[in-house]
C-alpha cells in the first residue's frame, strides 16, 4: 500500500507467455485399464527411460512412493528432457499423469497420431499431479511420454509416471482401484474460527477431500487438515474421504467439531469479510477518524506501523497534526467502539515505504513482541503484513507464531501480498500463508499495480478484468490455501493506485465467479468456492473521496455471499 501512489512494478511477460499451456480435463480411469509406462517409478533406474544430455539419474530423496524418484537437471540449452516410448492401442483414449516437484516441470506426448498435449508447473516444494488425457489416431501404436524442465531453472523431480488406459502390450502396472473410506477421523484441536482433523492412512489413497457439513472445503495429501473461517461456538460435521486417480471412496463415519468461544473484544469475524485500509496521514485522499470509516468494512488495517532503530522491531505514532487535531485518547476510544460494533481494528507493517526486516531469529522475537506491545497499548486485534521490500518465509513464520502464542486464538492475522509473491507456492509470501494456515485470517492479494501475470491455468492474463481477478485467485484457491483465507484486493478509486482499478461491478462479478460460477468471463474456475472470505480496499480514505462508492457497493455484496 501507498501513501502517496505505489509506483508500477511491472514483471516480464515473456517469461509467461512462453510458459503458457493450455491443460485439458482430466478424465477418470476405468476397472480394465492398465499402466502402459516400463518402470514407472523409476525403481530400476533409468531403464526404459531415456534423458537428454545425461541430464537424468534417480535418487532415493525425495521420492512419492516406491524408494526411487528422477532427478533431471536443466543446463545451458538443454531443458533436461526425459521420455519413453509407450506401446498404445490405435484410437484409444489415455490418461497421461505424472507427480513432479522441484523446478518448473512439464509433461506431455508426442506422436499421438491426433493432437499431442501436454501440461506443467511452476516450481513447488512438495508433490504435485499433473494430469492430462490424448487419443491415439488410428494407426498409432506407440507414442513418446516425456518430462522436461525449463532452461536456467532449478533441477525437478518426477515419480510416478502413468499412462492409463488399453493395454497397448507393454504395460506392467495395473490400474488403481478406488480406496476405501477413511477410518479414524478425530477433531484433534479448536480455536474460535477453526477445526483440527486427523485420520488414518488409507492404502493406496494419493490424496483426501474434507467436507464440512456435506459440503468440499478442503483437499489435502496428507492426514490431517485445519479447516479455517468458521464461526465461533458453533457446532459443525466433517466427514473425509480417500482420493486417487481411479476416484473418490465413500465419506467416513462423522465426527462434530465445535469451536471455541471468541476471546477477543466483541463478535467473531463473519464468514464473509471487508477490509479497508484506514490512512493515518494525509496524502490528498479524504482525511478520516477512525470513528469515520464506513460501516460496510468489518476489518480496519491501520496503515502503518514504523520501524525503529532495532532491527524486526516496529511502532506506531498517530498523525495527530495531519488528521486534523485527532488524540491518541480518541483514537483508542474509537477503536474500541469498532470492535463493540463487531469490527476488528488491526496495525498493518509495510507499505511501500516500510523497511522493516525479520530475516533471523532476533528480528522476529522483536518483531512479535513489539506487536503484542501495540496490540496492548492501542487494543489492536491483530496484524497486517504489507511488506513489499522482500519477507523471509521462515523468520516470518516464527515471528507470527510467536505473537500467536502471546494473543491467544482470537488474533487477526492478514496479508497483503502483490501478484508476484503469489505465483508459486515456493514464494516466500505464499510459503509464509501456507505455514501458518492454522493461525492465518485472510490473503487479501493486491490485483492492481501489476504487470501481465500467470492464472492457475497456464495462461497470461493482464490486470483490470474479471478474468485477471480470478484465474489469479485460483492460484490460492488451488495452491493451498482455504477459501475463506482468500479475498480480492482492488483500489477504492482510479486515484487509488497508478494502474489496476476496476469498477465496484467488475469486483462483484469476479466475487460471483468465484463463489456461485456466474458472472464470469473466459476463465471459469474448476470448482466454486462458497467461503471466500470476500474483498479488500486501499483505502477507507479514498473510497470517501469517491463518494463510498466501492463500499456501497461491494460491501452488501460480499455480505450477501454463500
Not at 492430462?132 to 506407440?142: A, E, K, V
Not at 481411479?246 to 463473519?270: D, F, I, Q, W
Amino acid at each position: 500500500m501507498s501513501r502517496h501512489r505505489r509506483p508500477l512494478r511491472l514483471w516480464s511477460g515473456a517469461l509467461t507467455a512462453a510458459l503458457a499451456l493450455t491443460v485439458t480435463t482430466v478424465g477418470q480411469a476405468s476397472a480394465a485399464d492398465v499402466n502402459n509406462v516400463r518402470n514407472a517409478g523409476f525403481e530400476a533406474g533409468l531403464s526404459g527411460w531415456t534423458c537428454s544430455a545425461g541430464s537424468g539419474t534417480t535418487v532415493s530423496s525425495p521420492v512419492r512412493s516406491g524408494t526411487a524418484a528422477l532427478k533431471a537437471t536443466p543446463s545451458g540449452q538443454d531443458n533436461a528432457r526425459c521420455g519413453q516410448t509407450v506401446r498404445v492401442r490405435p484410437d484409444s483414449t489415455y490418461t497421461l499423469s505424472a507427480w513432479v516437484r522441484g523446478g518448473y516441470a512439464y509433461l506431455g506426448v508426442t506422436g499421438t497420431g491426433t493432437t499431442d498435449v501436454s501440461t506443467w508447473t511452476p516450481d513447488s516444494s512438495s508433490w504435485k499431479q499433473l494430469s492430462t488425457t490424448f487419443t491415439t489416431g488410428s494407426s498409432t501404436s506407440s507414442v513418446t511420454v516425456y518430462t522436461h524442465g525449463w532452461y536456467g531453472q532449478a533441477a525437478y523431480h518426477a515419480d510416478d509416471v502413468s499412462v492409463f488406459g488399453p493395454d497397448g502390450g507393454g504395460g506392467t502396472d495395473p490400474g488403481p482401484t478406488v480406496p476405501a473410506a477413511p477410518g479414524g477421523l478425530n477433531v484433534s484441536g479448536t480455536t474460535s474460527s477453526s477445526v483440527s482433523l486427523a485420520w488414518n492412512t488409507v492404502s493406496g489413497a494419493t490424496g483426501y477431500t474434507v467436507y464440512r457439513d456435506g459440503t468440499k472445503v478442503t483437499a489435502v495429501s496428507g492426514t490431517s487438515a485445519t479447516v479455517t473461517g468458521l464461526a465461533a461456538a458453533t457446532a459443525y460435521s466433517f466427514q473425509v474421504t480417500a482420493t486417487n486417480a481411479a476416484g473418490e471412496s465413500p465419506k467416513s463415519a462423522a465426527v462434530t467439531g465445535t469451536t471455541n468461544k471468541p476471546s477477543g473484544p466483541g463478535p467473531a469475524l463473519p464468514g464473509h469479510a471487508v477490509t479497508g485500509y484506514w490512512q493515518n496521514f494525509d496524502n490528498g485522499a479524504t482525511v478520516q477518524k477512525l470513528a469515520d470509516v464506513q460501516p460496510a468494512y468489518d476489518i480496519i488495517a491501520v496503515a502503518f506501523a514504523d520501524a525503529t532503530s532495532t532491527p524486526g522491531a516496529v511502532t506506531f505514532t498517530l498523525d495527530s497534526a495531519g488528521l486534523g487535531g485527532y488524540t491518541v485518547d480518541q483514537f483508542k476510544a474509537d477503536i474500541r467502539a469498532k470492535q463493540a460494533a463487531g469490527k476488528k481494528v488491526i496495525i498493518s507493517v509495510g507499505g511501500e515505504r516500510g523497511t522493516v526486516a525479520v530475516n533471523d531469529t532476533a528480528s522476529a522475537a522483536a518483531f512479535a513482541d513489539s506487536v503484542w506491545s501495540l496490540m496492548r497499548e492501542y487494543g489492536f486485534d491483530g496484524v497486517d503484513i504489507d511488506l513489499e521490500n522482500g519477507l523471509d518465509a521462515t523468520y516470518m513464520t516464527q515471528a507470527l507464531r510467536s505473537l500467536s502464542a502471546k494473543a491467544g486464538s482470537s488474533l487477526i492475522i492478514t496479508m497483503a501480498p502483490q501478484t508476484i509473491d503469489m505465483q508459486s507456492t515456493s514464494n516466500s509470501y505464499f510459503q509464509t500463508a501456507l505455514n501458518i494456515k492454522d493461525i492465518l485470517t485472510v490473503v487479501n492479494m493486491q490485483y492492481y499495480n501489476s504487470g501481465s501475470m500467470l492464472g492457475c491455468d497456464g495462461k497470461v492474463y493482464s490486470q483490470g478484468s474479471v478474468d485477471f481477478l480470478t484465474a489469479l485467485a485460483c492460484i490460492q484457491l488451488e495452491g493451498g490455501l482455504a477459501p475463506s483465507q482468500v479475498g480480492l484486493g482492488l483500489p477504492a478509486s482510479t486515484r487509488g493506485a497508478g494502474s489496476g482499478y476496476v469498477s465496484p461491478t467488475v469486483v462483484n462479478n469476479a466475487l460471483d465467479c468465484l463463489t456461485r460460477a456466474t458472472g464470469c468471463g473466459t476463465f471459469k474456475p474448476p470448482r466454486t468456492y462458497p467461503d471466500l472470505r470476500g474483498a479488500m480496499t486501499w483505502s477507507t480514505n479514498w473510497d470517501a473521496t469517491a463518494g463510498n462508492a466501492w463500499s456501497n457497493a461491494v460491501g452488501p455484496h460480499v455480505h450477501a455471499l454463500p
